[in-house]
Structures are given as structure tokens and as C-alpha cells.
């Protein structure tokens, strides 16, 4: 087993996990790039099962689009109107640029803002941009649940292997 590949298998699928809570780091796409270093670490004991990798793959760009896409639909299940999701969709731009915090409250503020211009109903505004939070905080669990289950996979055939080796 190389452990030099191991060991940057792990620490890419830990830093993949900070980064599907922390924007500005592409979570998945670096856990991923762990679970491949970690494919080609040694002996076919390590080997991941090309099956494995392809619906690893699909699934990463689905949480990738899913990211952009569920804030909005969180907007529009909570009762927004279409100028909320246009909120919540320019907040989310915005919120781009300052990094986290912008990231959580920029679609909220955004869909709050545009329900408020369209419905001057602060109620039903702050109903929507809760919907747009919502959403944020799943697609985050989502892409975490993801890198998680590369990181846990990586590990428990370590484990398996190294007691393979002593045992």
C-alpha cells in the first residue's frame, strides 16, 4: 500500500468535507480527487469498483447543480413567487463575493427583498427567504453526506487492509 497516496487520499477527503460547508473550496470535486488517489494507492485490495466511481461521479455533479438549484426551489415551496426566486437567485450571486456569510445570507436577503417589492407583505416575504435558507442548509447537507461517505469508504478499507497486513 503507498502510503504516501493514502495519506493524500485522507487529507483531500477531510479537506472535501470542510469544503461542502465552507464555500470557495469545491467540496465533492476534492473528495474525489482523494477516492482516486486512493483507487491507485497499491495492491487491488484498494481498487474501487468502476461502477463506484461512475455514480460517485454523477452524483458530484448533481450536488454540484443541486447547490444553485435547491435555494430557489426551497423559495418557491415556501410560497415565493417568481420575483422571490429571482431574489433569492441574484442574493445567491452577490453572496459570491462575501465568501460564507454572504453565501447564507444572500439568498435569503435576496428573496426577502424582491418578495417585499412585489407582495409588500413582510409575512409572506420572510416566509419565502426562509424557503430560499432552507434550501441552503440542505443542499450544504447533502454535498457533506456525500463527502462523508468518500472519506468513511477511504478509511474502513484502510483499516481493513492494514488488519489484513497484521492479522
Request: aromatic share 14%.
Amino acid at each position: 500500500m503507498d502510503w504516501l497516496l493514502v495519506s493524500i487520499a485522507i487529507i483531500c477527503c477531510i479537506i472535501g468535507v470542510i469544503g461542502s460547508i465552507i464555500p470557495g473550496v469545491p467540496g465533492t470535486p476534492v473528495s474525489y480527487i482523494g477516492f482516486l488517489c486512493f483507487h491507485f494507492s497499491g495492491p487491488d485490495v484498494n481498487r474501487i469498483p468502476i461502477w463506484m466511481h461512475i455514480i460517485f461521479i454523477l452524483l458530484i455533479v448533481a450536488a454540484l447543480l443541486l447547490d444553485y438549484i435547491i435555494p430557489i426551489i426551497g423559495t418557491k415551496k415556501f410560497g415565493g413567487s417568481k420575483y422571490g426566486t429571482w431574489g433569492s437567485t441574484l442574493g445567491l450571486v452577490v453572496g459570491l463575493f462575501f465568501g460564507l456569510p454572504g453565501m447564507i445570507i444572500g439568498p435569503f436577503v435576496g428573496a426577502f427583498v424582491f418578495e417585499l417589492i412585489y407582495k409588500k407583505d413582510t409575512k409572506q416575504a420572510f416566509k419565502s427567504a426562509l424557503g430560499s435558507f432552507v434550501g441552503f442548509l440542505l443542499s450544504t447537507g447533502i454535498k457533506t453526506i456525500l463527502a462523508l461517505i468518500m472519506l468513511g469508504i477511504i478509511l474502513i478499507k484502510t483499516f481493513t487492509f492494514v488488519g489484513y497486513k497484521i492479522g
